[in-house]
């Protein structure tokens, strides 16, 4: 059963660019959540996509924009890139059991590390 | 959700029970208690849950006061793979999971 899964591992870019950051959720699963941490902090909440719709968003400004499939996989974008995005960016899946989320856990994938030069 | 508190860092030996604690004094009586940990360079792995029972899993215990302002995870026989940061979250089912700083639990050979 295969987990949540993030392309690319790695991904090196310049100021100013745009990025696309993918991530299959877990087999069942229907939620995906992205959350971003910068080296040596907690991963914080960027937004999590429901039924193909931005449910809930974190502090980021609108550079930061997402997409969910109707096969539940997900993409995070980012615009305008600035070297403070540089990141781990992870995705959570997790199973809704409602219309507003659930008790159910969230799973990571081991995310994609974005370095700004 | 809920703030939690937990201890910067803690060490444990090798084959001993590590028991990391967790404060959340203002926990509402929707919100459940998650652990996670974060091993470097991996995503955070989820460990356990719960809300009110105790709750024992393949990986750990989590014991909650019956107050439910503070919670106890435990790992039964430490490993050094075990070596990882800690984060304890409460939050509801409606809002997504806010880490703070956890613990680092250092299990020592």
């Known amino acids: 059963d295969a987990g949540v899964t993030q392309s690319p591992t790695h991904l090196i870019k310049t100021r100013g660019q745009q990025v696309t950051l993918r991530c299959s959720p877990k087999?069942?699963?229907?939620?995906v959540s992205w959350y971003q941490q910068a080296l040596g902090q907690g991963p914080q909440f960027i937004f999590q996509?429901?039924?193909?719709?931005?449910?809930q968003r974190g502090n980021f400004p609108d550079r930061f924009s997402g997409h969910q499939f109707p096969n539940y996989s997900s993409e995070l974008n980012v615009n305008a890139l600035l070297l403070g995005d540089s990141a781990l960016y992870l995705c959570?899946?997790?199973?809704?059991?409602?219309?507003?989320?659930?008790?159910?856990?969230?799973?990571f994938g081991d995310g994609t590390r974005l370095s700004i030069l | 959700d809920a703030k939690t508190t937990q201890p910067p860092s803690m060490d444990c030996a090798e084959g001993r029970a590590a028991n990391l604690p967790c404060n959340h004094s203002?926990?509402?009586?929707?919100?459940?208690v998650y652990w996670y940990r974060q091993i470097h360079s991996q995503g955070p792995q989820y460990i356990i849950h719960?809300?009110?029972n105790n709750e024992t899993n393949e990986m750990a215990s989590l014991i909650i006061t019956e107050d439910r302002k503070s919670s106890t995870l435990i790992l039964p026989h430490a490993t050094l793979r075990d070596t990882a940061v800690y984060y304890c979250?409460?939050?509801?089912?409606?809002?997504?999971?806010?880490f703070g700083t956890g613990t680092r639990l250092t299990v020592i050979p």
């Open positions: 959570a899946s997790s199973l809704a059991t409602g219309a507003w989320g659930s008790n159910q856990p969230q799973h």
């Open positions: 087999s069942g699963h229907d939620t």
């Open positions: 996509y429901y039924e193909e719709e931005e449910r």
């Open positions: 203002t926990i509402s009586g929707n919100e459940y």
């Open positions: 719960g809300l009110k």
């Open positions: 979250i409460a939050k509801t089912g409606a809002n997504n999971l806010f």
